[in-house]
């Protein structure tokens, strides 16, 4: 029996190391985009990204009622921030607009405290498209070695990937209207 115990042991010590080995081997970066075509023009979605306010109305994250918020700056534009503190789906954190060129780009520092820390830069450009304007909305910073090991586990990607597409059709279905 003791001896099942420490093959059994060294087995799983044998898969310890392996992960943490494939997990070095990953990026030290991460990146996750999603894009959506709008009908209608930059100048009428720009606002609604601009304005870290107005952002409520269709953000996929806004989904404590009980979150605490408070805005703060300028109303729209470099220098407009957000704070927020929430449940743990929502989690606690602060958004700021670094860069705003109307009506094409907003880029963003975001710095998350709870669940896990992590600073990343958020960035949202508007490029004209026949009738319409296509929107990317991206996310993109350091991956720490432990964020490695996570996404081996869970598709992170993926996790970000979804609200984006989501927060996106809202905009989507605000912007057109």
């Known amino acids: 029996m003791l001896k099942i115990a420490a093959i059994v042991v060294a087995c799983l010590a ?12 990953k990026p030290d970066t991460f990146r996750v985009a999603r894009a959506i075509t709008i009908n209608a023009p930059a100048e009428k979605i720009f606002p609604l990204i601009n304005e870290l306010g107005a952002q409520s109305n269709w953000s996929p994250f806004e989904k404590d009622p009980q979150m605490k ?16 503190d929430g449940n743990w789906e929502v989690g606690k ?20 405290m709870k669940p896990f820390e992590a600073h990343n830069i958020v960035e949202f450009t508007l490029v004209p498209q026949g009738g319409g304007t296509l929107v990317t909305w991206e996310m993109h910073g350091p991956q720490p070695f432990l964020g490695k090991v996570v996404n081996i586990f869970f598709n992170c990607e993926k996790m970000v990937g979804d609200p ?14």
Do not use: H
Request: net charge positive; proline share 5%; aromatic share 6%.
């Open 14 to 25: 044998v898969a310890v190391v392996g992960v943490l080995i494939y997990a070095a081997t």
């Open 69 to 84: 918020r408070a805005l703060s700056g300028p109303q729209s534009g470099k220098g407009a921030t957000y704070d927020w």
């Open 93 to 112: 954190g602060r958004i700021a607009i670094t860069d705003s060129t109307p009506p094409s780009r907003v880029t963003m520092a975001l710095d998350m």
């Open 164 to 177: 984006f597409e989501e927060g996106l059709g809202k905009l989507k279905a605000l912007a057109e209207r």
